[in-house]
Structures are given as C-alpha cells and as structure tokens.
C-alpha cells in the first residue's frame, strides 16, 4: 500500500491550479507579489516613453477649493499653523505616528509634528503635508482627484520625477513628482481610470501631496 502514496500525491498536485496573478503583480514562488516601480528621470528616454501617450485630458469635478502653487486645499494650507486649524475642524479624526499627527478633515488629511506622541500638535507646529484623497476640490484649471494624469502634464511644467511600472510592455504612470512640492499618484484599480475602464493610457489621479518642496 505504501507504494500507491507517491502516485496519489502527484496526481493530487496535478489538480491544483497554477497561481492566476493580475496585473502589475508576477509569480514569485507561489505568490503574487506587486511589480517593481522604477523611478524615471528627464533626460532617460524610458522617461518620455512612459509620459507619451497618455489619453486626452478629462478635467476634475468639484469646487474650485484646490491651489497647488500656493500648497493649500480648501482652507488647510501647508505652512499654516496647525493648532489653528484643528480648531477651525473640531470634528477632525487624528491619530499620532511615528512622532507625527495624521488629521483627517474630509477628504483633505494634513501631516503635523507631534514630537511627544501626546496626540496634539507641538506648540508652534505647522503643517508639514497634505494630502487630498478623494475627489471635490480641483484647480480652476481642471486639476484634482479623478483628473486625467495627463492633464497634470498639460497644465504644470515637466515633472523633475515619474515612477511607472509595466504592463503588457508599455510604461504606466503610478505618480508625477515636482520639486516644488507636488505629487500626484494613481494607484487605483491597478491604475486604472476612476470610471474603472481598462483603459492603462486613460489612468486619473487618485491622490494628490502638496508639501511645500520639503
């Protein structure tokens, strides 16, 4: 009997499927694991390879709430005095980590020093970052939250950074970077647009971080 084991075992292995991975993942020893992003500057031409392309601009929707030269989104700015505004936003959601605040204010949440982990700015902090997470504020110009990436081309200057990654060998935009304190990122439905179409090229912003050139 003993010798039926090894039979039944490889007919057993057989049966099972072999692992599926989607896209932006690949099979690593049984698992999927995300793809590598590289980081792609001006001057390679994997760098306009992966900005080239792109579909035409669908603005953002929302209230004109959004300036990204001046870091501010509704009225959190970056720079501005932190405790102020958390008493302007009672109902603010905090949490402290890592010595710095993460205060949700709607779809904003601002990035505060709290050096002493005590769960309140420190007195005199500013607002390092913010970061807008869902849509309802854009720029008069049509940037924002569910933007086209390739209207953040049309509008800002060349980005000084692009990270992408590769799907049916084409480059795909995951997030545009500029010194001056923007970034812009797509990381949903594997970069996919908002609509949800599989469209990679029609890819729209699913978060923007201002953070006053830090």
Known sequence: MRGLWLPALLALASCVDAVSCGPFTEEVDGACVGQVVEELEPGESAFYEALSGLSPCVPAEGEVQLDLQAGCAGDACVGADAQALLDAHPDAECRSEGG???????????????????????????????????????TDDGLGVGA?????????????L??????????VLRELYWS????????????R??????????????????????
């Open 148 to 160: 086209s990436m390739s209207c953040f081309l049309d509008v800002l200057p060349e980005p000084d």
């Open 100 to 138: 710095l605040l993460s205060c949700d204010i709607g779809e904003v949440r601002a990035s505060v020093v709290d050096a002493d982990w005590n769960g309140e700015p420190d007195d005199g902090a500013v607002v390092r970052s913010l970061q807008v997470l869902a849509p309802g504020k854009r």
């Open 180 to 191: 001056e304190g923007v970034r812009v990122g797509n990381y949903m439905l594997y970069t």
């Open 193 to 214: 647009d908002l609509a949800g179409s599989g469209d990679w090229k029609a890819g729209s912003a699913t978060w923007i971080e201002l953070d006053g050139g830090r």
């Open 162 to 171: 692009v990270a992408a990654t590769q799907q049916d060998g084409e480059w």
